[in-house]
T-cell receptor, first 115, second 113 residues
Framework: DTAVSQTPKYLVTQMGNDKSIKCEQN?????MYWYKQDSKKFLKIMFS???????INETVPNRFSPKSPDKAHLNLHINSLELGDSAVYFC??????????????FGEGSRLTVL | GENVEQHPSTLSVQEGDSAVIKCTYS??????FPWYKQELGKRPQLIID?????GEKKDQRIAVTLNKTAKHFSLHITETQPEDSAVYFC????????????FGKGTRLHILP
Protein backbone atom coordinates (compact mmCIF):
# COMPACT_ATOMS: atom_id res chain seq x y z
CA ASP A 1 0.00 0.00 0.00
CA THR A 2 1.75 3.13 -1.22
CA ALA A 3 0.91 6.09 1.01
CA VAL A 4 1.80 8.88 -1.45
CA SER A 5 2.01 7.89 -5.09
CA GLN A 6 3.06 9.98 -8.07
CA THR A 7 2.86 9.32 -11.78
CA PRO A 8 4.79 9.25 -13.95
CA LYS A 9 8.14 8.41 -12.29
CA TYR A 10 10.07 9.54 -15.33
CA LEU A 11 9.13 12.10 -17.94
CA VAL A 12 11.31 13.11 -20.90
CA THR A 13 9.93 15.80 -23.16
CA GLN A 14 10.87 18.59 -25.54
CA MET A 15 11.04 22.29 -24.71
CA GLY A 16 7.75 24.05 -25.25
CA ASN A 17 5.57 21.03 -24.49
CA ASP A 18 2.92 20.86 -21.76
CA LYS A 19 3.00 18.03 -19.22
CA SER A 20 1.24 16.93 -16.03
CA ILE A 21 2.29 15.01 -12.95
CA LYS A 22 -0.35 13.38 -10.76
CA CYS A 23 -0.25 12.72 -7.04
CA GLU A 24 -2.54 10.79 -4.74
CA GLN A 25 -2.35 10.06 -1.02
CA ASN A 26 -4.31 7.45 0.92
CA UNK A 27 -3.32 8.65 4.38
CA UNK A 28 -6.39 10.79 4.94
CA UNK A 29 -4.20 13.90 5.25
CA UNK A 30 -5.60 17.40 4.81
CA UNK A 31 -2.54 19.06 3.33
CA MET A 32 -0.59 18.27 0.16
CA TYR A 33 2.52 19.88 -1.28
CA TRP A 34 4.70 20.07 -4.34
CA TYR A 35 8.44 20.39 -3.83
CA LYS A 36 11.06 20.80 -6.56
CA GLN A 37 14.51 19.20 -6.13
CA ASP A 38 17.11 20.48 -8.57
CA SER A 39 20.40 18.89 -9.62
CA LYS A 40 22.10 20.27 -6.49
CA LYS A 41 19.52 18.45 -4.36
CA PHE A 42 17.92 21.66 -3.02
CA LEU A 43 14.34 20.94 -1.88
CA LYS A 44 12.22 24.00 -2.59
CA ILE A 45 8.55 24.30 -1.76
CA MET A 46 6.34 25.30 -4.67
CA PHE A 47 2.71 24.92 -3.57
CA SER A 48 0.60 23.69 -0.70
CA UNK A 49 -3.09 22.87 -0.60
CA UNK A 50 -5.26 22.27 2.43
CA UNK A 51 -8.62 20.62 1.79
CA UNK A 52 -8.47 21.68 -1.88
CA UNK A 53 -7.63 25.28 -0.98
CA UNK A 54 -4.33 26.83 -2.07
CA UNK A 55 -2.47 28.06 1.00
CA ILE A 56 1.13 28.37 -0.18
CA ASN A 57 2.14 29.66 -3.56
CA GLU A 58 5.84 30.45 -3.71
CA THR A 59 7.39 32.56 -6.45
CA VAL A 60 6.80 29.98 -9.13
CA PRO A 61 6.27 30.96 -12.78
CA ASN A 62 2.62 30.93 -13.73
CA ARG A 63 3.44 28.21 -16.28
CA PHE A 64 3.06 25.93 -13.25
CA SER A 65 -0.55 25.34 -12.25
CA PRO A 66 -1.51 23.02 -9.41
CA LYS A 67 -4.98 21.52 -9.22
CA SER A 68 -6.59 19.72 -6.31
CA PRO A 69 -9.85 18.01 -7.31
CA ASP A 70 -10.21 16.62 -3.78
CA LYS A 71 -8.08 16.47 -0.66
CA ALA A 72 -6.51 13.15 -1.67
CA HIS A 73 -5.20 14.42 -5.02
CA LEU A 74 -2.88 17.21 -6.07
CA ASN A 75 -1.79 17.43 -9.67
CA LEU A 76 0.81 19.68 -11.26
CA HIS A 77 0.47 20.94 -14.80
CA ILE A 78 3.39 22.67 -16.50
CA ASN A 79 2.96 24.70 -19.70
CA SER A 80 5.64 25.66 -22.21
CA LEU A 81 8.37 23.59 -20.58
CA GLU A 82 11.85 25.12 -20.34
CA LEU A 83 15.27 23.52 -19.85
CA GLY A 84 15.41 24.90 -16.28
CA ASP A 85 12.29 22.96 -15.37
CA SER A 86 14.34 19.75 -15.42
CA ALA A 87 14.28 18.45 -11.85
CA VAL A 88 12.74 15.86 -9.58
CA TYR A 89 9.29 16.94 -8.41
CA PHE A 90 8.16 15.52 -5.08
CA CYS A 91 4.61 15.44 -3.89
CA UNK A 92 4.10 15.24 -0.12
CA UNK A 93 1.27 15.20 2.36
CA UNK A 94 0.73 15.84 6.06
CA UNK A 95 -1.99 16.58 8.52
CA UNK A 96 -2.25 20.27 9.39
CA UNK A 97 1.04 20.78 11.19
CA UNK A 98 -0.55 22.31 14.25
CA UNK A 99 -2.69 19.25 14.74
CA UNK A 100 -0.16 16.55 14.07
CA UNK A 101 3.37 15.30 14.49
CA UNK A 102 4.37 17.55 11.62
CA UNK A 103 5.80 14.74 9.50
CA UNK A 104 5.79 15.14 5.73
CA UNK A 105 5.21 11.94 3.76
CA PHE A 106 6.86 12.17 0.37
CA GLY A 107 6.04 10.38 -2.84
CA GLU A 108 8.82 8.65 -4.81
CA GLY A 109 9.37 11.68 -7.00
CA SER A 110 8.86 12.36 -10.70
CA ARG A 111 12.05 13.01 -12.66
CA LEU A 112 11.34 15.51 -15.42
CA THR A 113 13.92 15.96 -18.17
CA VAL A 114 13.38 18.73 -20.69
CA LEU A 115 15.42 18.43 -23.90
CA GLY B 1 9.83 34.55 5.90
CA GLU B 2 11.94 31.71 7.27
CA ASN B 3 15.44 31.05 5.93
CA VAL B 4 17.44 27.95 6.89
CA GLU B 5 21.20 27.69 6.45
CA GLN B 6 22.86 24.27 6.65
CA HIS B 7 26.57 23.32 6.98
CA PRO B 8 28.59 21.59 5.79
CA SER B 9 27.36 20.82 2.28
CA THR B 10 29.52 17.68 2.19
CA LEU B 11 30.89 15.63 5.08
CA SER B 12 33.12 12.56 4.99
CA VAL B 13 33.47 10.54 8.17
CA GLN B 14 35.32 7.32 8.95
CA GLU B 15 32.99 4.45 9.79
CA GLY B 16 32.48 4.31 13.54
CA ASP B 17 33.20 8.01 14.07
CA SER B 18 30.59 10.69 14.79
CA ALA B 19 29.06 13.15 12.33
CA VAL B 20 27.61 16.56 13.15
CA ILE B 21 25.50 18.69 10.82
CA LYS B 22 24.54 22.23 11.83
CA CYS B 23 21.68 24.51 10.86
CA THR B 24 20.64 28.04 11.66
CA TYR B 25 17.24 29.61 11.13
CA SER B 26 16.12 33.20 10.81
CA UNK B 27 12.56 33.32 12.18
CA UNK B 28 12.69 33.33 15.99
CA UNK B 29 9.03 32.28 16.04
CA UNK B 30 9.77 28.91 14.40
CA UNK B 31 8.93 26.10 16.78
CA UNK B 32 9.37 22.82 14.91
CA PHE B 33 12.65 21.48 13.51
CA PRO B 34 12.63 18.15 11.63
CA TRP B 35 15.51 16.31 10.00
CA TYR B 36 15.03 14.27 6.85
CA LYS B 37 17.31 11.64 5.31
CA GLN B 38 17.34 11.01 1.56
CA GLU B 39 19.17 7.96 0.29
CA LEU B 40 20.36 7.91 -3.31
CA GLY B 41 17.40 7.78 -5.68
CA LYS B 42 14.87 7.62 -2.86
CA ARG B 43 12.38 9.96 -1.23
CA PRO B 44 13.23 12.10 1.83
CA GLN B 45 12.10 10.50 5.08
CA LEU B 46 11.80 11.95 8.58
CA ILE B 47 14.42 10.58 10.96
CA ILE B 48 14.04 12.82 14.01
CA ASP B 49 12.47 16.12 14.99
CA UNK B 50 12.49 18.54 17.88
CA UNK B 51 10.11 21.20 19.12
CA UNK B 52 11.10 24.51 20.63
CA UNK B 53 10.11 23.56 24.16
CA UNK B 54 12.85 20.89 24.24
CA GLY B 55 16.63 21.37 24.11
CA GLU B 56 17.69 17.88 23.10
CA LYS B 57 16.17 14.67 21.78
CA LYS B 58 17.80 11.31 21.22
CA ASP B 59 16.82 8.20 19.28
CA GLN B 60 19.43 5.44 19.41
CA ARG B 61 22.48 6.72 17.48
CA ILE B 62 20.82 9.95 16.39
CA ALA B 63 20.39 13.08 18.51
CA VAL B 64 19.26 16.61 17.80
CA THR B 65 20.04 19.67 19.89
CA LEU B 66 18.37 23.08 19.76
CA ASN B 67 19.65 26.44 20.95
CA LYS B 68 16.72 28.84 20.65
CA THR B 69 18.69 31.88 21.75
CA ALA B 70 21.28 31.42 19.02
CA LYS B 71 18.73 30.00 16.57
CA HIS B 72 20.93 26.95 15.98
CA PHE B 73 20.05 23.28 15.82
CA SER B 74 22.29 20.32 15.08
CA LEU B 75 22.08 16.64 14.13
CA HIS B 76 24.52 14.26 15.77
CA ILE B 77 25.07 10.71 14.47
CA THR B 78 27.30 8.49 16.60
CA GLU B 79 29.01 5.21 15.65
CA THR B 80 28.37 5.88 11.97
CA GLN B 81 27.65 2.95 9.67
CA PRO B 82 27.72 2.59 5.86
CA GLU B 83 23.93 2.84 5.70
CA ASP B 84 24.16 6.34 7.18
CA SER B 85 25.54 7.55 3.82
CA ALA B 86 22.83 9.84 2.41
CA VAL B 87 21.81 13.48 2.03
CA TYR B 88 20.44 14.98 5.24
CA PHE B 89 18.11 17.98 5.29
CA CYS B 90 17.27 20.16 8.25
CA UNK B 91 14.07 22.19 8.21
CA UNK B 92 12.19 24.74 10.25
CA UNK B 93 8.62 25.92 10.49
CA UNK B 94 6.12 27.66 12.71
CA UNK B 95 3.36 25.19 13.34
CA UNK B 96 -0.18 26.67 13.22
CA UNK B 97 0.88 29.32 10.76
CA UNK B 98 0.88 28.25 7.13
CA UNK B 99 2.27 24.69 7.22
CA UNK B 100 5.31 25.85 5.25
CA UNK B 101 8.32 23.66 6.02
CA UNK B 102 11.49 25.32 4.75
CA PHE B 103 14.45 23.03 4.11
CA GLY B 104 18.16 23.71 4.34
CA LYS B 105 20.24 22.97 1.25
CA GLY B 106 21.26 19.52 2.45
CA THR B 107 24.44 17.80 3.61
CA ARG B 108 25.84 14.87 1.66
CA LEU B 109 27.29 12.49 4.25
CA HIS B 110 29.83 9.89 3.10
CA ILE B 111 30.81 7.11 5.49
CA LEU B 112 34.30 5.91 4.62
CA PRO B 113 35.23 2.24 5.17
Amino acid sequence: DTAVSQTPKYLVTQMGNDKSIKCEQNLGHDTMYWYKQDSKKFLKIMFSYNNKELIINETVPNRFSPKSPDKAHLNLHINSLELGDSAVYFCASSQRLALSTGELFFGEGSRLTVL
Amino acid sequence: GENVEQHPSTLSVQEGDSAVIKCTYSDSASNYFPWYKQELGKRPQLIIDIRSNVGEKKDQRIAVTLNKTAKHFSLHITETQPEDSAVYFCAATLMNRDDKIIFGKGTRLHILP
